[in-house]
């Protein structure tokens, strides 16, 4: 399916009127993610896949830029602190924009338009790790490695030694 839609009328398409931010655009900023996140108890990481918060952000994105940000997959979203969200929305530029760069990430059938792969997968430092040691905790005794959990659904990983709450 296709939909042909005028440019100025963007925004209040019905597909897309209720969706948060494009995380790449002007309209994304730590400020409207503190102002999302104001009294929400949901833990940030399904808070961010949450499209009415952030538009198109999925489950390996976000498990890498919570990993980037150093920030528990489990700390609700309301504690999030300015300085905090200020890392959290460069993180998940800086991911996007190499996954972009990489291509995206080819997992079962997705392909470039073109038809070529895309090989962002071999640069996740997080997603699919499990028990691997964490790359940003080198030589940490007290590391347990990368471990994963189920949160709404998805599957998480995340490094329980530098990833925190707040
Ligand atoms: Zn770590």
Redesign the pocket.
Known sequence: MLDLVPTQAENTYRAFANMGPEPLGNGFSARTLLDASKGRRTPIKPFLLDQHVVAGLGNIYVCEAL?RA?IAPTMPASALTPRAASTLVQAIRCVLQDAIAAGGSSLKDYVRPEGGLGYFQHAWQVYGKKNQP????PG?PA?TG?QHMTQAGRTTFF?????KNG
């Open positions: 990993f150093s964490c790359p940003k905790c940490t590391c990368v490094c329980p030694q530098h990833q």
